[in-house]
Nanobody, 121 residues
Framework: QVQLVESGGGLVQAGGSLRLSCAAS????????MGWFRQAPGKEREFVSA????????RNADSVKGRFTISRDNAKNTVYLQMNSLKPEDTAVYYC??????????????WGQGTQVTVSS
């Protein structure tokens, strides 16, 4: 089983930056994509960003394009989400996921417990 441990969330002012980290332990059985998702209060979980196993293929939700950057370090089994120019609407619990067969639909085998990101205005 894979265990994901997230860190880096917190409170930040609008326009600020945060860097989320997700360290994976254990082993997966495929070179599937890893991704980030978020869920705001009263909202459905939504896709944020994903990276292929190689890290050369990435995709971002339209709402974060130009502001968020996903990267991964396979040697450290860690995926990152650099969040710049944060907006209050980015406030949510952010989840990382591993072994994603369909990240747009949130079809991933492993999920972290989530880390709170709060952006004040």
């Amino acid at each position: 089983q894979v265990q994901l441990v997230e860190s880096g969330g917190g409170l930040v002012q609008a326009g600020g930056s945060l860097r989320l980290s997700c360290a994976a332990s254990g082993r997966t059985f495929s070179r599937a994509a890893m991704g980030w998702f978020r869920q705001a209060p009263g909202k459905e979980r939504e896709f944020v960003s994903a990276s292929s196993w190689s890290g050369t293929g990435t995709r971002n939700a339209d709402s974060v394009k130009g502001r968020f950057t996903i990267s991964r370090d396979n040697a450290k089994n860690t995926v990152y989400l650099q969040m710049n120019s944060l907006k209050p609407e980015d406030t949510a619990v952010y989840y990382c996921a591993d072994a994603c067969s369909d990240y747009l639909r949130g079809l991933c085998d492993y999920w972290g417990q989530g880390t709170q990101v709060t952006v004040s205005s």
